[in-house]
């Protein structure tokens, strides 16, 4: 239980590989699929080749995220006293990338897009409302952070402001690619993606950080 608490942030940042990666790994096993075309989810669409991969894959990363929650939550609440003041935030925090884990990762991996019908299926709408949730969750992610951080670590909170921003303009420059059919729409939605990785890699660090105090 000690090496999985001091080690946890390796578990974030392995998440953010393998969660990352997927696409690109995925994309070179379907020939004719194009990273800066197409969005992520069409690799688990009913018509895809590679969609059992893509459904298994979204669902273990989505679990070890699931996973990794447990030594953030130690990091807040056992290992520092400068935190104890915003317990609500850290909550919050928690509860965002719950979120995104469950909705944007496990919800994927188990209820495909249909683009062979022209109406909402239920798998459709499920996955659709799981995804909004998971990624509003990881957009409210960094705000929170710079709160949680504003007093004990000023630095980490201002960069955290700036994925906040930046996650804001380039999820509002993703919605709107993929509602009118923005033909490198694959190429926003990755910059998005990255926008909401960083608070992960951002809280990571900054619990390796402490166990070298």
Request: glycine content about 10%; hydrophobic content about 50%.
């Amino acid at each position: 239980m000690k090496i999985y608490r001091k080690y946890g942030w390796l578990l974030l940042l392995l998440f953010v590989l393998c969660d990352g990666g997927m696409p690109y790994l995925l994309g070179t096993m379907w020939d004719g699929f194009s990273q800066t075309k197409q969005v992520v989810s069409d690799l688990g669409s009913v018509t895809s080749p590679v969609k059992t991969y893509f459904e298994h894959g979204s669902i273990m990363t989505g679990s070890l995220l699931l996973i990794a929650l447990p030594p953030v939550q130690y990091y807040f609440f056992n290992a520092d006293e400068i935190f104890q003041d915003k317990r609500r935030e850290i909550n919050l925090l928690l509860f965002s990338i719950t979120a995104f884990a469950i909705g944007d990762c496990i919800f994927t991996g188990v209820f495909s897009i249909n683009h062979t019908t022209s109406g909402l299926t239920l798998d459709t709408i499920i996955h659709g409302l799981g995804s909004g949730a998971g990624i509003l969750g990881m957009l409210v992610a960094p705000w929170l952070m710079a709160r949680i951080f504003a007093k004990a670590k000023p630095k980490i909170a201002r960069i955290c402001w700036f994925i906040f921003y930046g996650a804001l303009l380039t999820s509002g420059a993703n919605g709107l690619a993929q509602l009118f059919s923005f033909t490198y729409k694959g190429v926003v939605q990755r910059i998005s993606l990255a926008f909401l990785y960083l608070p992960l890699i951002v809280l990571a660090f900054s619990m390796q950080q402490k166990k070298k105090k």
